[in-house]
């Protein structure tokens, strides 16, 4: 293990890349040099940028001739066609953490979530490369792993409310502006995403399919297969943009082997590492007070189900960038430098 590693970061500036940067000095990651790549030629900014880590700024690079030899991990949390591009000349220098699902019925690449299937990192020599998954598959799969291990589940089924930043900061800053041109009684014209996002909801993230499912709500399907490591299990998902910045919360339906008491799903939520369970059966987060800024899961509203016995509701919340991006990826990198680099 070395004292300090390179760190490349490839995404949106002012979203996942500046909530991973904040956790990363947060969690004293043992950080060397910090590399934050663009493609300028695609960048429509009108400067560049620096970001900004441990209170100092750091020039942003051109990912274009950039020397992948300077960095031992590049963090690709970005979308399928940044990393198509350029994940595999990385790859050949560092190893590669990617968000973007571009490896999602890709076996060699070996998806990881520490706390849920950690075990499954020391593959990741075949290709040098390692997947995590989404955040809607991240924050689900940790609230429901302990529980799938000691009782097993039948069934998940799941509908994610996620917010405008599932599109970046373009997403943030068209709710802001659709919110102000209605308030101020003008007309909204919807351009980042299929519907208006201000005060309007629509079950849409993503294109569809012929089957009208999209891209999302299959990787969430076969993520959570690979995650808890059964691929019998029947995931159903529907996803959701509604008008939050930032965040996801779930609506979660899980159907066990046989029924189980309540008090011995609340024990295996308290004993599941990053999970905050809420009081009562009566309570739940805070989506702008507990949620937004914060790096668990939350789950609240955990009861059973009227017309099931052996069914579980409950409402799983999460940031998406500071867990659902940055925990995410950087508890996969600390495990690898602790036990492989």
């Known amino acids: 293990m070395k004292s300090e590693y390179n760190i ?15 956790v990363l000095a947060k969690r004293d990651f043992p950080i060397g040099k910090i590399f934050p790549l663009q493609n300028e030629a695609q960048d429509d900014e009108e400067e560049t940028q620096t970001v900004m880590f441990s209170g100092k700024p750091v020039d942003v690079i051109d990912i274009n001739g950039f020397d992948w030899e300077k960095v031992d991990i590049a963090f690709f949390l970005t979308d399928i066609e940044t ?16 968000n973007s699902g571009a490896f999602l019925e890709d076996e060699s690449v070996p ?9 499954n990192l020391a593959s990741f020599t075949q290709t040098n490369k390692i997947a995590i998954p989404s955040s809607e598959a991240a924050q689900l799969a940790l609230s429901v792993v302990q529980l799938h291990q000691e009782v097993g589940l039948v069934r998940i089924n799941v509908s994610s409310y996620q917010s405008v930043s599932i599109a970046g900061k373009v997403g943030v800053t068209t709710l802001a502006g659709e919110t102000a041109r209605l308030l101020n009684a003008k007309e909204v014209k919807p351009e980042t995403f299929p519907q208006q996002t201000a ?37 159903s998902s529907t996803q959701v943009v509604v008008p939050l910045f930032y965040g996801c919360a779930q609506s979660v339906h899980l159907q066990t082997h046989y029924p189980v008491d309540m008090d011995e799903v609340a024990q295996s939520l308290h004993h599941s590492e990053g999970v905050t369970l809420s009081k009562t059966v009566c309570d739940y987060p805070n989506m702008i ?4 800024s914060n ?26 960038y500071h867990f659902g991006v940055a925990t995410t990826v950087i508890k996969v990198a600390e495990k690898l430098i602790t036990s492989y680099l």
């Open 289 to 292: 007070s507990d949620v937004v």
């Open 199 to 235: 005060f309007n909801i629509f079950p849409q993230v993503g294109e569809f399919n012929d089957e009208g499912i999209t891209f999302g709500e299959l990787r969430l399907v076969n993520e959570m297969r690979r995650l808890l490591n059964d691929p019998s299990i029947i995931v």
């Open 111 to 119: 998806l990881v979530q520490v706390d849920v299937n950690e075990e």
């Open 83 to 98: 990393t198509n591009e350029y994940a595999n000349a990385a790859a050949e220098h560092c190893v590669v953490i990617d």
């Open 8 to 22: 490349a970061l490839i995404g949106d500036l002012k979203g996942c890349i500046e909530a991973t940067l904040e």
């Open 295 to 320: 790096t668990d899961v939350h789950v609240g509203r955990l009861r059973k189900d009227l017309c099931d016995e052996s069914g579980i509701n409950m409402w799983v919340c999460a940031d998406n």
